[in-house]
């Protein structure tokens, strides 16, 4: 199974920031690849003239993957937040469970884009305005990542 990202790093040069990248999912618990790839042909800074539009359409991915998920449990009944004491245990734990990931900020194989500087799925306007200021500081990785079958258990 193969899964894609774009993760947001901070560093004093490109390694550091692709070293940040990597370290992260070493770390990481919740979530563990068999394979990382960097796509390093599509992995930009923020000084490139592409920058803010690929950082745009990958938080808008994010949205839409989120709204997505709260159309599932909608579907399954669940409208407002007083019905939560009904969730059924399964399908229906599993997808706010998935929801509450993306806004409390935690990783998942269903985020497609993560910004490792503020643990978010996000990216505050603190954090745009030190970008436009240091634009050099701060990249956009895109990665494959991989679960080998044998892997999964």
């Known amino acids: 199974m193969k899964y894609y990202h774009e993760i947001l ?7 550091a920031c692709r ?9 990481y618990k919740l979530v563990k690849y068999s394979r990382i790839d960097i796509l390093e042909g599509k992995s930009i800074p923020a000084s490139d003239a592409l920058f803010n539009s690929r950082l745009a359409q ?3 991915t994010n949205r839409r993957i989120l709204n997505k998920l709260i159309a599932e449990l909608e579907q399954e009944g669940i409208t ?3 019905e939560i004491d009904k969730i059924q245990q399964g399908y229906q734990s599993k997808m706010l469970h998935s929801i509450t990931h993306f806004v409390d900020g935690f990783f998942g194989i269903d985020s497609y884009f993560y910004n490792l500087e503020e643990d ?7 954090l745009r305005g030190m970008m436009e200021v240091n634009p050099s500081y701060y990249r956009l990785f895109s990665l494959q990542c ?3 079958e044998e892997d999964i258990s």
Do not use: M, Q, T
């Open 19 to 27: 070293r940040k990248v990597l370290h992260f999912f070493e770390r």
């Open 120 to 126: 978010s799925h996000w990216v505050s306007d603190g």
């Open 9 to 15: 790093a901070g560093g004093e040069n490109p390694e």
């Open 58 to 60: 990958a938080v808008a």
């Open 146 to 148: 991989r679960i080998l």
């Open 80 to 82: 407002i937040l007083k």
